[in-house]
């Protein structure tokens, strides 16, 4: 059982393994929930590296897949096939090898011109929601180094957004990729039922214990500017990113 570390909930593991097995007992229990309760599963998949060996692990599993649709929390601006792309990854580890239906995979066209790119994710959202709010069973979202989540980096205006469901943002600082993005704003990550967070690695130690533990102050940490009114915020984390937060041996 991992050590409850987190001021939000959550649960620290021991090794990255152990991470990913519990999101994905997360991931597979949610799914059969809001699948029982409302015939599908809404889900919003996290970019980067971490989250690689979940989908691995999830393409394993006994899940209803033809009642699951896939969007993304945020993209960078490249073609599918791109190796940057956050799409290209999930469909090459996970979608490729489960019976997901072509029109339940919600890719964001990150290859058009920005703002075009945002506006066509955004209608896409609205047309599959509806207009009032996207309420996903599932986001799930990494923590980059300087305390960025989706692609709502420091400083971002669309950490602040109130309106707009999604966002195109200009990327020319570190942390590389140094690619524009797409992504959902505060909007969607707090209006989901659950929002997952993946955390690992001793090079996430010092933005955690910022984003849990330090001064609320989401320009600077966008991580925090998550906070679902409704829904429920769990971090799973392993012992070498909460090596800061842990209660002292
Ligand atoms: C992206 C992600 C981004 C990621 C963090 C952590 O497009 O890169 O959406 O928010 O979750 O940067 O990335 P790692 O998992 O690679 O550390």
């Not at 955004?122 to 305390?147: K, M, R």
């Not at 989540?149 to 999604?166: D, N």
Request: proline share 9%.
């Amino acid at each position: 059982m991992g050590v409850t570390v987190m001021k939000f909930g959550g649960s620290s593991l021991k090794d990255p393994r152990s991470l990913m097995e519990r999101a994905a007992w997360h991931f597979t229990h949610l799914a059969a929930e809001a699948i029982s309760q409302r015939g599908r599963f809404t889900v919003a998949l996290a970019g980067g590296s971490t989250p690689r060996q979940l989908y691995a692990l999830l393409a394993g599993k006994e899940i209803d897949w033809r009642s699951i649709h896939f969007f993304w929390g945020d993209e960078r601006c490249v073609p599918p096939e791109n190796p940057e792309s956050n799409f290209r990854m999930a469909y090459d580890v996970l979608l490729s090898r489960v019976q997901v239906p072509a029109g339940n995979i919600h890719r964001i066209p990150a290859e058009s011109p920005l703002d075009e790119a945002a506006r066509r994710y955004e209608t896409a959202l609205h047309l599959f929601f509806g207009v009032n709010s996207p309420v996903f069973d599932l986001i799930l979202l990494g923590l980059g180094p300087d305390g960025h989540t989706a692609s709502l980096f420091p400083g971002a205006p669309a950490v602040r957004e109130t309106t707009r469901w999604v966002a195109g943002v200009v990327h020319t600082t570190p942390p590389p990729p140094l690619l524009d993005r797409i992504t959902l704003t505060p909007v969607v990550l707090n209006a989901a039922r659950n929002v997952l967070f993946l955390v690992s690695g001793a090079d996430k130690t010092e933005p955690l214990r910022k984003v849990l533990r330090g001064p609320f102050q989401p320009d600077l940490l966008p991580a925090q500017s998550v906070a679902p009114v409704d829904g429920k915020i769990l971090w799973l984390v392993d012992r070498a990113a909460a090596q800061n937060i842990l209660p002292s041996a």
